[in-house]
């Protein structure tokens, strides 16, 4: 099973262009159906719709609906590949569900929110001002952590009031940066990214305290420190500012389709997501200002 996996994996890289991120998420999640299969003493992979409804009720225990969601995709492509390869004959997962999933909205941060995270990191040191121009970058552009941490000097149009993000599949686009970004993004590379670079001359833009290239690990671990020192009690991740960003945009007027080029999206069904919030803010409006409201 072990190497079924590894091989699965590698044709998700090589042929399906997939994130690193999703390879590691479907190789964990696979590696948990590889457990459950030695717990069963199986040997071949199951090809019996019945055992993969007996895994898959030993792990609603464990897993929210979202992770089930996730690991069914994981399967049902593993299991594609699988005939493809003539490894199985048939595939017991077109006879299972797909779960629907949970609507929820994400969290986004108010306009008095971002102004007090942004105010926060101690601008005066290295990583204060390095953490200051993350956190402009991200939510004057929607990027994804992933993308944040893998942009290159290279990328960094500034003259032109743009950057070069390269997005999941390897797909590029250009996304247009405010001036007080800039001015933040600026200041890093002047004055904390020269204090920060060691004897390896690494390309990415943001480095860590070793003269490295950042990780969405550390980002995440910085912000979640700067948000409870700002007071902000909600779950934030560095995800809320890419849908802070689309909400604000939206908020203030933006084109939908606009927004989808910017955030990267290849269908405008996912930008949707941020109408339901923007439509929030517009009932809020509408009852504030009606005589009658």
């Known amino acids: ?54 895994f898959y009720a030993s792990e609603t225990v464990e897993l929210a609906p979202s ?4 690991q069914q995709s994981a399967m049902r492509k593993f299991y594609r590949y699988l005939q493809r390869q003539g490894r199985v004959s048939t595939n017991p997962m077109e006879l299972i569900d797909s779960p629907k999933p949970a609507k929820h909205l994400p969290t986004v941060l108010t306009q008095d929110e971002i102004a007090a995270l942004l105010a926060v990191p101690d601008t005066g040191k290295p990583l204060g001002l390095r953490d200051r121009a993350i956190f402009e970058l991200m939510y004057a552009t929607g990027m994804r952590v992933s993308e944040l941490v893998n942009l290159k000097m290279s990328q960094l149009h500034m003259q032109m009031n743009l950057i070069q993000v390269l997005g999941k599949g390897d797909k590029e686009r250009l996304v247009p940066v405010t001036m007080q970004a800039q001015e933040w993004v600026n200041r890093y590379l002047d004055n904390s990214r020269p204090q920060l670079l060691k004897r390896d001359r690494p390309a990415e833009v943001f480095l860590n305290f070793h003269g490295r290239k950042l990780t969405r690990q550390g980002i995440w671990k910085n912000l979640k420190v700067y948000i409870n020192a700002a007071g902000i009690d ?31 999206h290849a269908d405008v069904s996912t930008t949707q997501l941020y109408t339901h919030l923007s439509n929030g803010h517009i009932a809020d409006v509408y009852h504030k200002t009606h005589p009658h409201g």
Request: proline share 2%; charged share 25%.
């Open 1 to 54: 099973m072990d190497d079924l996996i590894n091989d699965f994996v590698h044709y998700l890289a090589v042929e399906r262009g997939l994130s690193q991120a999703t390879q590691d998420s479907y190789r964990r999640d696979l590696q948990r159906f590889a457990a459950w299969m030695d717990a069963q003493n199986l040997a071949e992979v199951p090809t019996e719709s019945e055992q993969i409804t007996t």
């Open 67 to 70: 992770s089930m969601a996730r």
């Open 234 to 264: 909600k779950d934030v991740t560095p995800h809320t500012l890419r849908h802070s960003f689309a909400t604000s945009l939206l908020e203030n007027g933006a084109d939908l389709r606009v927004v989808q080029e910017i955030l990267g």
